[in-house]
Nanobody, 114 residues
Framework: QVQLVESGGGLVQAGGSLRLSCTASTIIFGLNAMSWYRQAPGKQRELVAIIRNSGVTNYVDSVKGRFSISRDNAKNTMYLQMKSLKPEDAAVYYC????????WGQGTQVTVYS
């Protein structure tokens, strides 16, 4: 069974940076997209960034120019580099890998204080 393990969350001051990682326990067949979502208390989960097999990336408007999604296929790993963090970026961040099936990470907490 495929498991996604996230790491890299934590507490950071506004303006700071964090890099989240998400590693799959095995190769995911038919993988066609990797994405990051986040969910803040009392809010719906939202798509933050996505990278497709083609390499095309998309971001939610609120993080454009500050966040960058990338992947290392050899390591079955995806990343989310977050810079210039704001208090409104605070949330639980989830990774998702979509292939023949859908896989989610357990979530990692990002806390931003001003």
């Amino acid at each position: 069974q495929v498991q996604l393990v996230e790491s890299g969350g934590g507490l950071v001051q506004a303006g700071g940076s964090l890099r989240l990682s998400c590693t799959a326990s095995t190769i995911i067949f038919g993988l066609n997209a990797m994405s990051w979502y986040r969910q803040a208390p009392g809010k719906q989960r939202e798509l933050v960034a996505i990278i497709r097999n083609s390499g095309v990336t998309n971001y939610v408007d609120s993080v454009k120019g500050r966040f960058s999604i990338s992947r290392d296929n050899a390591k079955n790993t995806m990343y989310l580099q977050m810079k210039s963090l704001k208090p409104e970026d605070a949330a639980v961040y989830y990774c998702r890998m979509t292939g023949a099936r859908d896989y989610w990470g357990q979530g990692t907490q990002v806390t931003v204080y001003s």
